[in-house]
T-cell receptor
């Protein structure tokens, strides 16, 4: 059973471009979480999705950021018109059930660098 | 927003027991406490999870007092490969959001 997969592992974008980060959850998992980690800092929750639904997006910046988890295919975190402050590691995690006590399995992360 | 705080760093030697405490004074009533380990350039890896009292698995123990306002991750007989950052994860009672702790950087010396 493959773990959580994220791609690309490294992404370089110029200011103003769009960044698309993909996350394939573990087989059988229908809950996906996205986190952002700035250099030398902890992980900050961004968004929680279930298949075709956004459950909680309270950690997402109000502008330029969006996320989806379609019925088929990976979850996508999209950042439009990237700025240097968006440079960070973006991790996704998946869980089978969601909710209290449900263990989250993390992917290896995508490191976004905005030049 | 209540803080979930941990010591910034800890040093230890191989073979010693290490205890890392997380303070979460506003933990949600029904929420679990989960601890993760993170190596550089990798995603966090699950270590242990508990709700109250004590939980033990093959790699660690987790101690949770009755008021659940803190928890202590105990790593028995650490080795060099345990050098990593350790995070606690809890739900906040006010916001019902999952909050990662500030992280503790453990350095194990030979």
């Amino acid at each position: 059973n493959a773990g959580v997969m994220q791609n690309p592992r490294h992404l370089v974008r110029r200011r103003g471009q769009e960044a698309r980060l993909r996350c394939s959850p573990m087989k059988g998992h229908s809950h996906v979480y996205w986190y952002r980690q700035l250099p030398e800092e902890g992980l900050k929750f961004m968004v929680y999705l279930q298949k075709e639904n956004i459950i909680d997006e309270s950690g997402m910046p109000k502008e330029r950021f969006s996320a989806e988890f379609p019925k088929e295919g990976p979850s996508i975190l999209r950042i439009q018109q990237v700025v240097r402050g968006d440079s960070a590691a973006y991790f996704c995690a998946s869980s089978p059930r969601g909710g209290q006590g449900d263990e989250q399995y993390f992917g290896p992360g995508t490191r976004l660098t905005v030049t | 927003l209540a803080k979930t705080t941990q010591p910034i760093s800890m040093d230890s030697y191989e073979g010693q027991e290490v205890n890392i405490t997380c303070s979460h004074n506003n933990i949600a009533t029904n929420d679990y406490i989960t601890w993760y380990q993170q190596f550089p350039s990798q995603g966090p890896r699950f270590i242990i999870q508990g709700y109250k009292t004590k939980v033990t698995n093959e790699v660690a123990s987790l101690f949770i007092p009755a008021d659940r306002k803190s928890s202590t991750l105990s790593l028995p007989r650490v080795s060099l490969s345990d050098t990593a950052v350790y995070y606690c994860l809890v739900g906040d009672a006010n916001t019902d959001k999952l909050i990662f702790g500030t992280g503790t950087r453990l350095q194990v010396f030979p």
